[in-house]
């Protein structure tokens, strides 16, 4: 197990004015305060300039400006990541696949999960579209995920859950998981070459 706390990034994904979405990232973010086994990080994909178009950088050399070199160097740095998205018209926002091409091996060999959150479906069409997304990236998503219904009325604006289904054991067992997969990977990064 490693001794230190792994980096994970929370990016919240979506940048539609008016979103339930960052009640429901103030939400992960204190429910992470529990597991000291994560150092971590937040990308807020409407407060980072990412462009409309991949022509301004080279995701596959590396070469980024402007909000995406930022993004790359909160990705590049994390083991781990958890992704906040709603569910928009059956799929996930454009911003969010905008930024999953913007960045390449930043992805690669780390561990992932998702929360997602929406109206009767809770996002979860959402969810399974950015796991044949990342597959490609090379990521590991764990299993377990998170999938909220009615957000607006289960969290505060300030991230407190008033729901009243208890959230903290599905929590525990989606960080659990991810927690194993990004220490598994982090230690296969650092003693083995990614195969071509």
Not at 147 to 162: H, L, N, P, V, Y
Request: proline share 4%; glycine share 10%.
């Amino acid at each position: 197990m490693s001794q230190k706390p792994l980096n994970l990034l929370v990016i919240l994904g979506s940048n539609r004015p008016g979103r339930i979405g960052e009640r429901v990232g103030q939400w992960v973010l204190k429910s992470l305060e529990g597991f000291p086994e994560f150092k971590v990080d937040f990308a807020d994909l409407a407060h980072m300039d990412l462009g409309l178009s991949l022509s301004a950088h080279h995701p596959r050399t590396g070469i980024y400006e402007g909000g995406v070199k930022e993004l790359a160097s909160k990705l590049g740095a994390a083991d781990a990541f958890i992704i906040v998205t709603p569910e928009y018209n059956h799929g996930y926002p454009a911003i969010l696949k905008h930024s999953i091409d913007s960045v390449y091996a930043e992805w690669f060999a780390k561990a992932g999960a998702i929360v997602s959150y929406g109206a009767a479906s809770a996002g979860l069409r959402a969810s399974e579209q950015i796991r044949q997304v990342l597959a490609e990236l090379r990521t590991h998503i764990t299993r377990n995920g998170i999938a909220i219904s009615g957000a607006s009325q289960k969290i505060k604006e300030d991230g407190t859950w008033i729901g009243t289904d208890d959230m903290g054991p599905a929590f525990k067992s989606v960080v659990d998981e991810l927690f194993w997969w990004a220490n598994a990977l982090k230690v296969a990064r650092e003693t083995t070459a990614y195969p071509a």
